[in-house]
Protein backbone atom coordinates (compact mmCIF):
# COMPACT_ATOMS: atom_id res chain seq x y z
CA UNK A 1 0.00 0.00 0.00
CA UNK A 2 0.98 3.26 -0.63
CA UNK A 3 0.41 7.03 -0.05
CA UNK A 4 1.83 10.23 -0.80
CA UNK A 5 1.52 13.77 0.22
CA UNK A 6 3.54 16.78 0.44
CA UNK A 7 5.23 18.42 3.19
CA UNK A 8 7.84 21.66 3.57
CA UNK A 9 11.02 21.49 5.16
CA UNK A 10 12.63 25.02 5.86
CA UNK A 11 16.06 25.64 5.21
CA UNK A 12 17.65 28.61 6.05
CA UNK A 13 14.50 31.25 5.88
CA UNK A 14 13.38 29.54 2.49
CA UNK A 15 10.94 27.03 2.81
CA UNK A 16 11.59 23.79 0.39
CA UNK A 17 8.83 21.48 -0.95
CA UNK A 18 9.13 17.76 0.19
CA UNK A 19 7.06 14.73 -1.11
CA UNK A 20 6.28 12.54 1.63
CA UNK A 21 6.12 8.60 0.22
CA UNK A 22 4.58 6.37 2.63
CA UNK A 23 4.39 2.33 2.06
CA UNK A 24 3.14 -0.09 4.38
CA UNK A 25 4.07 -3.88 3.58
CA UNK A 26 5.16 -7.17 5.00
CA UNK A 27 7.08 -7.16 8.23
CA UNK A 28 7.06 -6.57 11.90
CA UNK A 29 5.33 -3.08 12.63
CA UNK A 30 7.86 -0.57 12.31
CA UNK A 31 8.20 2.97 11.35
CA UNK A 32 11.48 3.67 9.26
CA UNK A 33 12.57 7.05 8.18
CA UNK A 34 14.46 7.52 4.66
CA UNK A 35 15.67 10.48 2.88
CA UNK A 36 17.86 12.80 5.75
CA UNK A 37 16.32 13.48 8.35
CA UNK A 38 17.74 15.24 11.25
CA UNK A 39 17.42 14.50 14.59
CA UNK A 40 13.89 16.17 14.90
CA UNK A 41 12.29 14.28 12.74
CA UNK A 42 13.77 11.21 13.49
CA UNK A 43 12.20 11.33 16.52
CA UNK A 44 8.61 11.76 15.50
CA UNK A 45 8.71 8.29 14.83
CA UNK A 46 7.87 7.82 19.01
CA UNK A 47 5.46 10.83 18.80
CA UNK A 48 3.20 10.28 15.50
CA UNK A 49 2.26 6.52 16.47
CA UNK A 50 0.14 7.98 19.99
CA UNK A 51 -1.30 11.04 18.00
CA UNK A 52 -3.21 8.44 15.59
CA UNK A 53 -4.08 6.24 17.89
CA UNK A 54 -5.26 8.74 20.57
CA UNK A 55 -7.08 10.44 17.36
CA UNK A 56 -9.19 6.90 17.04
CA UNK A 57 -7.85 5.83 13.95
CA UNK A 58 -5.71 2.69 13.26
CA UNK A 59 -2.25 2.41 13.08
CA UNK A 60 -0.84 -0.48 10.92
CA UNK A 61 0.49 -3.08 12.75
CA UNK A 62 2.97 -3.89 9.90
CA UNK A 63 6.23 -2.41 8.52
CA UNK A 64 5.78 1.22 7.39
CA UNK A 65 8.35 2.88 5.61
CA UNK A 66 8.39 6.60 5.13
CA UNK A 67 10.39 8.14 2.51
CA UNK A 68 11.43 12.04 2.25
CA UNK A 69 12.01 12.99 -1.12
CA UNK A 70 14.42 15.15 -2.31
CA UNK A 71 17.22 12.51 -0.25
CA UNK A 72 20.01 15.26 -0.92
CA UNK A 73 18.14 17.79 1.44
CA UNK A 74 18.82 17.41 4.96
CA UNK A 75 15.10 17.82 6.98
CA UNK A 76 14.49 19.61 9.80
CA UNK A 77 12.20 21.13 11.91
CA UNK A 78 9.36 18.89 14.43
CA UNK A 79 6.69 20.57 11.22
CA UNK A 80 7.20 17.06 9.31
CA UNK A 81 4.89 15.21 12.08
CA UNK A 82 1.67 15.60 10.55
CA UNK A 83 2.83 15.63 6.71
CA UNK A 84 4.45 11.63 7.84
CA UNK A 85 1.28 11.15 9.79
CA UNK A 86 -0.62 11.78 6.69
CA UNK A 87 1.10 10.12 4.41
CA UNK A 88 0.48 6.85 6.60
CA UNK A 89 -3.18 7.66 6.77
CA UNK A 90 -3.25 7.55 3.00
CA UNK A 91 -1.05 4.57 2.46
CA UNK A 92 -3.83 2.62 5.05
CA UNK A 93 -6.80 4.42 2.94
CA UNK A 94 -8.24 5.93 6.02
CA UNK A 95 -8.02 9.45 3.77
CA UNK A 96 -8.67 9.34 0.23
CA UNK A 97 -5.77 10.10 -1.69
CA UNK A 98 -7.66 12.21 -4.57
CA UNK A 99 -8.74 14.95 -1.98
CA UNK A 100 -4.96 15.70 -0.68
CA UNK A 101 -2.96 16.19 -3.83
CA UNK A 102 -3.24 20.11 -3.99
CA UNK A 103 -2.62 20.72 -0.10
CA UNK A 104 0.86 20.80 1.64
CA UNK A 105 0.47 19.36 5.79
CA UNK A 106 2.89 21.62 8.17
CA UNK A 107 2.43 21.03 12.04
CA UNK A 108 3.80 19.53 15.06
CA UNK A 109 2.13 16.67 16.57
CA UNK A 110 1.51 15.83 20.29
CA UNK A 111 1.15 12.27 21.76
CA UNK A 112 -3.18 13.04 22.10
CA UNK A 113 -3.09 14.25 18.37
CA UNK A 114 -3.02 18.24 18.94
CA UNK A 115 -1.62 20.50 16.57
CA UNK A 116 1.62 22.23 18.22
CA UNK A 117 2.26 25.66 16.77
CA UNK A 118 5.41 25.63 14.97
CA UNK A 119 8.12 28.38 13.55
CA UNK A 120 8.30 29.13 9.99
CA UNK A 121 4.74 28.82 8.86
CA UNK A 122 5.05 31.35 6.59
CA UNK A 123 8.18 30.11 4.80
CA UNK A 124 5.85 26.60 4.00
CA UNK A 125 2.93 29.14 3.05
CA UNK A 126 5.20 30.65 0.45
CA UNK A 127 6.52 27.58 -0.88
CA UNK A 128 3.61 25.97 -1.28
CA UNK A 129 1.97 29.05 -2.85
CA UNK A 130 5.63 29.02 -5.38
CA UNK A 131 4.84 25.28 -5.84
CA UNK A 132 1.45 25.72 -7.34
CA UNK A 133 -0.70 23.66 -4.44
CA UNK A 134 -3.80 24.92 -3.29
CA UNK A 135 -3.53 25.15 -0.31
CA UNK A 136 -2.19 24.44 3.74
CA UNK A 137 -3.03 22.42 6.47
CA UNK A 138 -1.60 23.84 9.40
CA UNK A 139 -2.04 24.70 13.45
CA UNK A 140 -4.84 26.35 14.54
CA UNK A 141 -1.96 28.81 16.25
CA UNK A 142 -0.64 29.37 12.93
CA UNK A 143 -3.53 30.43 11.01
CA UNK A 144 -3.19 34.29 10.85
CA UNK A 145 0.27 33.99 9.93
CA UNK A 146 -0.10 31.47 6.88
CA UNK A 147 -3.15 33.74 5.58
CA UNK A 148 -0.70 36.47 5.22
CA UNK A 149 -0.22 34.94 1.75
CA UNK A 150 -2.51 35.46 -0.80
CA UNK A 151 -4.36 33.41 -2.97
CA UNK A 152 -3.87 30.03 -0.80
CA UNK A 153 -6.72 28.30 1.23
CA UNK A 154 -5.60 27.91 4.54
CA UNK A 155 -7.30 24.82 6.66
CA UNK A 156 -6.08 25.54 10.19
CA UNK A 157 -6.69 22.59 12.40
CA UNK A 158 -6.39 21.88 16.18
CA UNK A 159 -5.99 18.54 15.91
CA UNK A 160 -5.02 15.52 13.57
CA UNK A 161 -8.99 13.90 13.69
CA UNK A 162 -10.10 17.68 12.28
CA UNK A 163 -7.55 17.39 9.32
CA UNK A 164 -8.50 13.99 8.70
CA UNK A 165 -12.07 14.90 9.00
CA UNK A 166 -11.99 17.66 6.42
CA UNK A 167 -10.59 15.44 3.59
CA UNK A 168 -13.28 13.09 4.82
CA UNK A 169 -15.79 16.03 4.28
CA UNK A 170 -16.92 15.12 7.83
CA UNK A 171 -15.78 18.64 9.34
CA UNK A 172 -15.71 22.15 7.93
CA UNK A 173 -12.92 24.70 9.04
CA UNK A 174 -13.41 28.52 9.59
CA UNK A 175 -12.19 30.98 7.57
CA UNK A 176 -8.59 31.98 8.14
CA UNK A 177 -8.02 35.43 8.08
CA UNK A 178 -4.69 37.50 8.57
CA UNK A 179 -4.08 38.77 11.41
CA UNK A 180 -4.62 43.27 11.33
CA UNK A 181 -1.12 44.53 11.32
CA UNK A 182 0.66 45.62 14.25
CA UNK A 183 -0.05 49.03 13.92
CA UNK A 184 3.41 50.52 11.94
CA UNK A 185 5.11 53.57 13.18
CA UNK A 186 2.42 54.82 15.34
CA UNK A 187 3.47 51.35 17.59
CA UNK A 188 6.62 53.32 18.38
CA UNK A 189 6.95 54.40 22.19
CA UNK A 190 9.80 57.17 21.30
CA UNK A 191 9.89 59.41 18.61
CA UNK A 192 12.63 61.49 16.61
CA UNK A 193 10.78 64.85 17.62
CA UNK A 194 11.21 64.58 21.46
CA UNK A 195 14.76 64.61 20.76
CA UNK A 196 16.52 68.20 22.41
CA UNK A 197 19.61 69.73 21.17
CA UNK A 198 21.84 67.28 18.86
CA UNK A 199 21.49 69.44 15.84
CA UNK A 200 24.89 68.05 14.35
CA UNK A 201 24.07 64.15 15.12
CA UNK A 202 20.46 65.13 13.96
CA UNK A 203 21.36 66.24 10.77
CA UNK A 204 23.86 62.99 10.58
CA UNK A 205 21.33 60.89 11.08
CA UNK A 206 18.46 62.44 8.79
CA UNK A 207 20.90 62.28 6.02
CA UNK A 208 21.55 58.54 7.68
CA UNK A 209 17.84 57.72 7.38
CA UNK A 210 17.19 59.21 3.74
CA UNK A 211 20.17 57.64 2.05
CA UNK A 212 20.46 54.48 4.00
CA UNK A 213 23.97 55.37 5.39
CA UNK A 214 25.62 53.60 8.39
CA UNK A 215 26.65 55.75 10.90
CA UNK A 216 29.42 55.25 13.89
CA UNK A 217 28.31 57.95 16.98
CA UNK A 218 31.06 58.51 19.42
CA UNK A 219 30.99 60.27 22.41
CA UNK A 220 31.34 60.01 26.32
CA UNK A 221 28.76 58.73 28.27
CA UNK A 222 25.77 60.19 28.99
CA UNK A 223 26.17 62.56 25.59
CA UNK A 224 22.92 61.20 24.23
CA UNK A 225 24.18 58.03 21.12
CA UNK A 226 21.82 55.40 23.25
CA UNK A 227 18.93 57.90 22.90
CA UNK A 228 19.66 58.92 19.18
CA UNK A 229 19.71 55.67 17.65
CA UNK A 230 16.48 54.47 19.64
CA UNK A 231 14.58 57.32 17.99
CA UNK A 232 15.81 56.56 14.05
CA UNK A 233 13.07 53.87 13.09
CA UNK A 234 10.86 56.54 13.75
CA UNK A 235 11.86 58.59 10.70
CA UNK A 236 12.58 55.58 8.50
CA UNK A 237 9.83 55.47 5.31
CA UNK A 238 7.17 53.42 5.72
CA UNK A 239 7.67 49.26 4.27
CA UNK A 240 6.34 48.24 1.68
CA UNK A 241 3.94 44.98 1.80
CA UNK A 242 7.27 42.87 0.44
CA UNK A 243 9.35 44.22 2.93
CA UNK A 244 7.26 43.87 5.92
CA UNK A 245 6.55 39.61 4.59
CA UNK A 246 10.60 39.27 4.57
CA UNK A 247 10.32 41.03 8.09
CA UNK A 248 8.23 38.87 9.43
CA UNK A 249 9.07 35.92 7.56
CA UNK A 250 12.50 36.73 9.45
CA UNK A 251 11.00 36.59 12.44
CA UNK A 252 8.59 33.88 12.46
CA UNK A 253 11.62 31.15 11.57
CA UNK A 254 13.30 32.72 14.61
CA UNK A 255 10.09 31.81 16.78
CA UNK A 256 9.47 35.74 17.39
CA UNK A 257 6.40 36.26 15.68
CA UNK A 258 3.49 36.46 17.98
CA UNK A 259 0.07 36.76 17.09
CA UNK A 260 1.16 35.77 13.44
CA UNK A 261 0.60 39.43 12.30
CA UNK A 262 2.42 41.64 9.32
CA UNK A 263 5.17 43.44 10.69
CA UNK A 264 4.76 47.26 9.65
CA UNK A 265 7.06 48.86 12.63
CA UNK A 266 10.99 48.91 11.43
CA UNK A 267 13.01 46.47 13.76
CA UNK A 268 15.29 47.85 16.13
CA UNK A 269 18.06 45.52 16.98
CA UNK A 270 20.76 46.19 19.93
CA UNK A 271 22.80 43.56 21.12
CA UNK A 272 24.18 42.90 24.18
CA UNK A 273 28.37 44.41 23.75
CA UNK A 274 29.25 40.67 24.63
CA UNK A 275 26.94 39.45 21.88
CA UNK A 276 29.05 36.60 19.94
CA UNK A 277 29.84 36.54 16.61
CA UNK A 278 27.71 33.06 16.03
CA UNK A 279 24.87 35.07 18.11
CA UNK A 280 25.37 38.14 15.46
CA UNK A 281 25.85 36.60 12.08
CA UNK A 282 23.68 33.52 12.51
CA UNK A 283 23.44 30.19 12.02
CA UNK A 284 23.70 26.38 13.74
CA UNK A 285 25.07 22.90 13.80
CA UNK A 286 21.68 21.40 12.11
CA UNK A 287 18.92 24.25 12.81
CA UNK A 288 19.90 27.28 11.28
CA UNK A 289 18.82 30.34 13.28
CA UNK A 290 18.50 34.21 11.82
CA UNK A 291 21.12 36.21 13.91
CA UNK A 292 20.84 39.98 14.85
CA UNK A 293 22.07 41.17 11.89
CA UNK A 294 19.62 39.31 9.73
CA UNK A 295 16.82 39.60 12.96
CA UNK A 296 17.37 43.62 11.85
CA UNK A 297 16.59 42.84 8.21
CA UNK A 298 14.60 46.25 6.80
CA UNK A 299 15.58 48.02 10.14
CA UNK A 300 18.15 49.71 12.40
CA UNK A 301 20.99 47.53 14.10
CA UNK A 302 22.42 49.46 17.27
CA UNK A 303 26.26 48.12 18.30
CA UNK A 304 26.21 49.14 21.92
CA UNK A 305 29.92 49.93 23.12
CA UNK A 306 31.33 48.74 19.57
CA UNK A 307 35.23 48.19 20.98
CA UNK A 308 34.10 46.56 24.02
CA UNK A 309 31.89 43.76 21.71
CA UNK A 310 33.27 40.31 21.50
CA UNK A 311 32.42 40.60 17.59
CA UNK A 312 34.77 43.69 17.17
CA UNK A 313 34.89 45.36 13.96
CA UNK A 314 37.70 43.38 12.43
CA UNK A 315 35.78 39.66 13.25
CA UNK A 316 32.88 40.86 12.03
CA UNK A 317 34.31 42.36 8.52
CA UNK A 318 36.93 39.10 8.22
CA UNK A 319 33.56 36.82 7.99
CA UNK A 320 32.71 38.68 4.63
CA UNK A 321 35.19 36.88 2.84
CA UNK A 322 32.10 34.15 2.56
CA UNK A 323 29.71 36.93 1.48
CA UNK A 324 28.20 35.64 -1.67
CA UNK A 325 26.67 38.77 -2.55
CA UNK A 326 26.20 42.74 -1.43
CA UNK A 327 22.51 41.95 0.07
CA UNK A 328 23.40 38.11 1.48
CA UNK A 329 24.78 37.07 4.08
CA UNK A 330 26.84 33.92 4.09
CA UNK A 331 28.69 31.20 6.66
CA UNK A 332 29.07 27.56 6.80
CA UNK A 333 27.02 25.13 8.62
CA UNK A 334 28.06 21.74 9.97
CA UNK A 335 25.00 20.43 7.31
CA UNK A 336 24.63 17.46 5.10
CA UNK A 337 22.55 19.95 2.97
CA UNK A 338 24.32 20.62 -0.10
CA UNK A 339 25.69 23.44 -0.87
CA UNK A 340 26.53 23.74 2.85
CA UNK A 341 25.84 27.69 3.55
CA UNK A 342 23.04 29.78 3.64
CA UNK A 343 22.28 33.20 3.16
CA UNK A 344 20.20 35.56 5.10
CA UNK A 345 19.27 39.03 3.97
CA UNK A 346 20.79 41.54 6.12
CA UNK A 347 19.72 45.01 4.42
CA UNK A 348 20.16 47.30 7.73
CA UNK A 349 21.68 50.40 8.50
CA UNK A 350 24.24 49.82 11.11
CA UNK A 351 24.48 51.90 14.03
CA UNK A 352 27.41 51.79 16.31
CA UNK A 353 28.16 53.87 19.71
CA UNK A 354 31.35 54.16 21.44
CA UNK A 355 32.72 56.00 24.15
CA UNK A 356 35.76 57.89 24.42
CA UNK A 357 38.60 56.64 22.81
CA UNK A 358 41.81 57.26 21.42
CA UNK A 359 42.17 58.56 18.01
CA UNK A 360 44.41 55.20 16.60
CA UNK A 361 41.15 53.20 18.00
CA UNK A 362 38.66 55.62 16.82
CA UNK A 363 40.13 55.51 12.80
CA UNK A 364 40.06 51.75 13.14
CA UNK A 365 36.72 51.46 14.51
CA UNK A 366 35.77 54.04 11.32
CA UNK A 367 37.96 52.01 8.94
CA UNK A 368 35.87 49.01 9.98
CA UNK A 369 32.12 50.54 10.06
CA UNK A 370 33.18 51.57 6.47
CA UNK A 371 33.98 47.74 5.54
CA UNK A 372 30.61 46.44 7.32
CA UNK A 373 28.74 49.15 5.28
CA UNK A 374 30.76 48.77 1.74
CA UNK A 375 29.65 44.86 2.26
CA UNK A 376 26.11 45.00 3.21
CA UNK A 377 25.14 48.05 1.75
CA UNK A 378 27.69 49.51 -1.20
CA UNK A 379 28.31 52.39 1.08
CA UNK A 380 28.74 53.96 4.37
CA UNK A 381 28.82 57.38 6.49
CA UNK A 382 30.36 58.02 9.43
CA UNK A 383 28.35 60.59 11.56
CA UNK A 384 29.11 61.03 15.52
CA UNK A 385 27.90 63.25 18.33
CA UNK A 386 30.51 65.09 20.39
CA UNK A 387 33.44 63.49 19.28
CA UNK A 388 36.52 63.27 21.71
CA UNK A 389 39.55 61.42 22.80
CA UNK A 390 41.22 60.30 26.04
CA UNK A 391 44.51 61.71 27.45
CA UNK A 392 47.62 60.33 25.93
Not at 56 to 78: C, D, I
Not at 188 to 210: K, N, P, T
Not at 211 to 217: A, M, Q, T
Request: proline share 7%; with cysteine.
Amino acid sequence: MYGRVFGVTVVGVHGHPVAVEAHIGRGLPSLTLTGLPGAPVQDARDRIRPAVESSGLEWPLRRVVVNLSPGNLRKEGAGLDLPVAMGVLVASKQVPAPRVAGYAFAGELSLKGTLVGTPGVLSVAMAAARAGLRGVVVPADNAAEAALVEGLDVVAAPALREVVGFFRGTWTPSASEAAPPDGGTVGHAVDFSEIRGQAQARRALEIAAAGGHNVLLVGSPGAGKTMLARRLPTILPAMSREEALEVTQLHSVAGLLHGGSLRQERPFRSPHHSISLAALLGGGSTFLRPGEVSLAHHGVLFLDELMESGATPSRVCGSRSRTAASSSLGWRARSSSPPGSRSWPPRTRARAASAAIRDADAIAATTACRRIGRSSRGRCSIGSTSSSSSPG
